[in-house]
């Protein structure tokens, strides 16, 4: 019996119907994979390209050490070659993410929907799971809201995280589990963009900057500093970059004011940026600096900030600027600094942190610590991993794993 009919859910109820177990999926929604649809904007980066385990692993930093023995049996390699073999063809884009060449997710749930009546999956969907009752140490049957009860002899849990609920991932798992005596670390959205108190950042929305650095400080100490591509919507900050950053920020928002500092031009020291600056302001002498700044700045949108950090007079003539005012726009351009309102709530999360803890299941094959029958996948397990494919790997590998085991252990 699988509960939840997302990504790992599906892929778990395949492989056990593929070992040819009786399997009966259930799911709340009336269709499967919800949340799977608008997976990287409805593109769907389905893993990262790296099939070196150990590499990958490495990429879910400390809770990476127990995915070790479930991606040694069904890694990345392994999920490329089971979407290939069923004529999904994938391209790899920036930073390793895989994306099926359709640029649509449907294809992706297309190959699981598939795959389950390949393995003559019964299907129950638009019937919420509403308990889950335990025998003898032993799970014994699923309570459906329409009062139904069903008994089945392995059990494999995917009801998701809370991220996005309108998708169905509400947090249901969570409740049985720590019913069951399991523990559950509280969720915060960790995959999330940032909204920013600075009025400006509101005005550049739409405005994307590549190759921007950005650093987060709080109290003057500097935490941790990426470079990439920053986005500015209405709210703040967001693209792969920062919401990578988002759970740091989280955390140290519960100590005081964060500040997320960006250097414009990462690359290029003071002395490089005050020789294009001189080069510029001597070319242009008789024009006014609020005219010619943009040749060096990336955007213009940026403009009416860096003359507002620097204090220098935007109608100033570029032969009257002096050393010091040249000093001020290049601080002005290598620390821009935006105040961290908060981080966007769980509706806007890509995944939540917290979840179940790791050390409560043998990821050899994906089974509970305290129930024999019980198996647990996907985003319903406290794992920490960057945006860019690791969530949706980590479905395919232990949905596959814990459909295996379930069979095995049933032989
Ligand atoms: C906007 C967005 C974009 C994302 N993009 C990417 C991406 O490009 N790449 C990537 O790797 N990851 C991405 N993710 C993360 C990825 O979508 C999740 O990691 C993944 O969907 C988790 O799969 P899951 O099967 O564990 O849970 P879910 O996909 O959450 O599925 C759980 C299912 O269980 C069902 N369910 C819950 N409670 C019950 C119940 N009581 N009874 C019956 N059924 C129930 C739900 O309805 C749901 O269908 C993205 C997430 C979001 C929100």
Redesign the pocket.
């Known amino acids: 019996m699988v509960?939840?009919?997302?990504?790992?859910?599906?892929m778990a109820a395949g492989r056990a119907g593929e070992r040819g177990a009786k399997v009966i999926l259930?799911?709340?929604?009336d269709t499967?994979?919800?949340?799977?649809l608008?997976?990287?904007?409805g593109?769907?980066?389905?893993?990262n390209y790296e099939p070196d385990v150990r590499k990958f692993t490495e990429k879910f930093g400390e809770t990476g050490k127990f995915l070790f023995s479930a991606f040694s049996q069904w890694g990345v390699r392994e999920t490329l070659g089971f979407f290939h073999r069923r004529d999904l063809e994938t391209k790899v884009e920036e930073e390793g993410r895989v994306f099926p060449i359709s640029n649509r997710a449907d294809s992706v749930l297309e190959v699981l929907t598939d795959y389950l009546k390949e393995g003559n999956v019964t299907i129950l969907s638009g019937?919420?799971?509403?308990e889950i009752s335990v025998s003898r140490n032993k799970i014994e049957a699923v309570h459906l809201e329409n009062g139904r009860k069903i008994y089945g002899r392995s059990f494999i849990l995917?009801?998701?995280?809370r991220?996005?609920p309108e998708?169905?991932?509400?947090g249901?798992?969570f409740t049985w589990l720590e019913k069951l005596s399991h523990t559950i670390t509280p969720s915060d959205p960790s995959l999330v963009p940032i909204a920013i108190k600075d009025e400006w950042v509101k005005e550049m929305q739409g405005v994307s900057l590549p190759g921007v650095k950005m650093t987060i400080i709080q109290n003057g100490v500097k935490h941790l500093n990426r470079k990439g591509t920053i986005l500015f919507t209405h709210f703040g900050i967001s693209g792969p970059t920062i919401i990578n950053m988002s759970k740091v920020v989280g955390g140290l928002l519960k100590n005081g004011e964060v500040v997320i500092s960006m250097d414009i031009f990462p690359s290029l020291g003071h002395g490089e940026l005050n020789a294009q600056l001189q080069t510029l302001l001597k070319k242009q002498s008789n024009r006014k600096i609020k005219n010619v700044l943009r040749a060096i700045l990336p955007v213009a949108a940026l403009e009416p900030i860096v003359f507002h950090l620097s204090g220098v007079d935007p109608e100033k003539f570029c032969n009257n600027i002096k050393r010091e005012e040249r000093m001020a726009l290049i601080n002005a351009f290598k620390n821009v600094p935006m105040s961290v309102e908060g981080l966007l709530g769980p509706e806007k999360?890509?995944?939540t942190s917290g979840g179940l803890s790791p050390l409560e299941v043998d990821f050899k094959t994906m089974r509970s610590r305290i129930f024999p029958n019980l198996y647990l996948?996907?985003?319903?397990l406290d794992i920490d991993r960057p945006?860019?494919?690791?969530?949706?790997?980590?479905?395919w590998t232990t949905?596959y794993v814990a459909g295996n085991s379930a069979v095995e252990k049933e032989k």
């Open positions: 509960i939840g009919g997302g990504p790992a859910g599906m259930i799911e709340k929604n499967f994979g919800k949340k799977l608008v997976t990287g904007g593109r769907c980066n389905l893993t019937i919420p799971v509403k995917a009801t998701g995280g991220a996005l998708t169905g991932s509400t249901d798992g999360a890509i995944v996948v996907g985003d319903i945006s860019g494919g690791y969530s949706l790997q980590l479905c949905g």
